[in-house]
């Protein structure tokens, strides 16, 4: 049985503007689960993806078919923070 993998398909968001994360802005480390905005094609909704405790993914989930969706930080990665998903 292959293992199956899944497939995003990440599209530059092209028509919103980009919100500026000040940085640094907040001192104190409670604030520090950043997270992603996702918008999921299939279910036309909006959800989170919240960064994973060993800080090397973001992990979000499709509000309609539950699909989990992870995307992995490394470097050369983009400072995007906002991605259009479809899990179809
Ligand atoms: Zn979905």
Do not use: N
């Amino acid at each position: 049985m292959p293992d199956r993998q899944d497939i995003v398909e990440l599209t530059s968001v092209t028509s919103s503007p980009a919100p500026s994360v000040p940085s640094g802005a907040t001192p104190g480390s409670t604030s520090d689960r950043t997270f992603l905005r996702l918008w999921f094609a299939c279910s036309s909704q909006y959800a989170r993806a919240y960064k994973s405790d060993d800080g090397t993914a973001y992990t979000g989930r499709c509000p309609t078919c539950h699909k989990c969706i992870r995307f992995q930080i490394g470097e050369g990665g983009t400072s995007q923070r906002s991605f259009t998903v479809s899990c179809r």
